[in-house]
């Protein structure tokens, strides 16, 4: 009988000024579901309506997804309101709880990158959740402004880089393709 090989995880991450970050882990996690490997997303800086949310109740439990901003659009400045500093706090404890349960395959801390920029979550947090990852987990940053700390720890980097966007027109966020 042929063995099955351990699962390696490794830490991608998804950054830059374009479009897709969070889309290229969402499909992710639902090319996982496939095989029926467990998803945890964490969702920082957003508690709005998204498709997303419609899309895993339908996938659960494979694919679990919780929000850690608040309602609506956050508008963050470099000195955050406290409320979203302990919305941030509690998420990241919730990702490393479902990190270390040995219940998910894949963790996606989805805006983890903005949250971080922001000062919600401390650049030495994310490294020291990282640096706790089981062996046997895959852990996914999006958001732009990765820091060069995250890049040199990640054993992969994708920069979405916007050559041209209709938000330039116009066009705001439309349900199913950008929400």
Do not use: W
């Amino acid at each position: 009988m042929k063995e099955k090989k351990q699962f390696k995880g490794y830490i991608q991450i998804y950054t830059g000024s374009g479009k897709g970050k969070t889309t290229a882990a969402l499909g992710l996690a639902l090319r996982a579901a496939g095989y029926g490997y467990k998803v945890y997303i964490g969702q920082f800086l957003k508690g709005q309506m998204y498709g997303e949310l419609l899309s895993v109740k339908k996938l659960s439990p494979l694919i679990t997804l919780e929000q850690f901003g608040r309602k609506g659009f956050i508008h963050v400045i470099k000195n955050p309101d406290e409320e979203d500093i302990k919305r941030g706090k509690r998420g990241l404890k919730r990702c490393l709880n479902a990190m270390l349960s040995q219940k998910y395959r894949i963790i996606i801390l989805d805006e983890i990158n903005v949250a971080v920029y922001f000062n919600i979550i401390s650049e030495k947090e994310i490294i020291e959740f990282l640096d706790q990852k089981p062996a046997g987990v895959e852990i996914i940053l999006t958001g732009r402004y990765a820091p060069p700390s995250f890049i040199k720890k990640a054993d992969l980097v994708t920069e979405m880089k916007e050559k041209k966007h209709y938000y330039k027109k116009g066009v705001k966020a439309r349900e199913g393709i950008e929400k």
